[in-house]
């Protein structure tokens, strides 16, 4: 968890600082242009109280933001890391070629393994063709996580890409729900290759 809340901190760096430099900046222009304070008393009461709030700022957030994503983790019960900050989340999955099995069987079988998920609910799904799926999953959390996975087979190995992004843009800094169902559907699509390579193997 302290390996995601550093990753949580990095990320907020930014907005942070421009949150505080703002401020400040205002504050600085309103204690001298309003009040007649001097620069050299100003501005060092602007720096203070711009970064209080930048550091207020990131402190609530990180917190928050740590504790939503270990709640979520453990309804998937996973071990929350700093990878869940990412978004989009991805995950691959990569085994030797698979004799025999086209990409759209692959596929297939990689939408079956997912459908059948005790853990996921397709709530639609938008494209399955050759090497392609796209679907709508809700999970424990219950954020709705747009995920799309990519199947392609060459000749030395046959893969597929998973990447799970938030349905909604206010669902934006819910990356933690992204990447457990990233996860899940990684540990599917995994199932349905090893599951695949055994029947050609036969």
């Known amino acids: 968890m302290l390996g995601y809340c550093l990753a949580i901190v990095r990320r907020l760096a930014l907005p942070a600082l421009a949150i505080g430099t703002m401020l400040a900046a205002a504050m600085t222009a309103a204690l001298v242009l309003g009040d007649g304070t001097p620069w050299s008393g100003a501005a060092p009461q602007a720096l203070a109280a711009g970064a209080a709030v930048a550091f207020a700022f990131a402190a ?12 979520t983790a453990r309804r ?30 692959l ?3 990689v939408r079956h393994e997912v459908e059948k998920d005790p853990v996921l609910r397709v709530d639609e799904v938008t494209a399955f063709g050759h090497g392609t799926l796209d679907l709508t999953l809700r999970g424990p959390s219950d954020t709705t996580v747009f995920v799309r ?19 909604t843009r206010y669902k934006r800094l819910d990356a933690a729900a992204c990447w457990a ?3 899940v559907v990684e540990e599917g699509a995994a199932r349905a290759l ?4 055994a029947d050609g193997a036969l």
């Open 60 to 71: 609530v957030l990180t917190i928050t933001t740590t504790v939503g994503a270990a709640r």
């Open 76 to 105: 998937y019960g996973l071990t929350l890391s700093p990878e869940a900050v990412a978004l989009p989340s991805v995950r691959e999955v990569r085994v030797p070629t698979i004799e025999g099995r086209t990409a759209f069987q």
């Open 107 to 109: 596929t297939d079988s």
């Open 149 to 167: 996975v990519r199947v392609t087979t060459g000749p030395n190995e046959t893969a597929a890409v998973v990447e799970a992004c938030p349905a």
């Open 181 to 183: 169902v990233a996860r």
């Open 194 to 197: 090893r599951a695949e390579t």
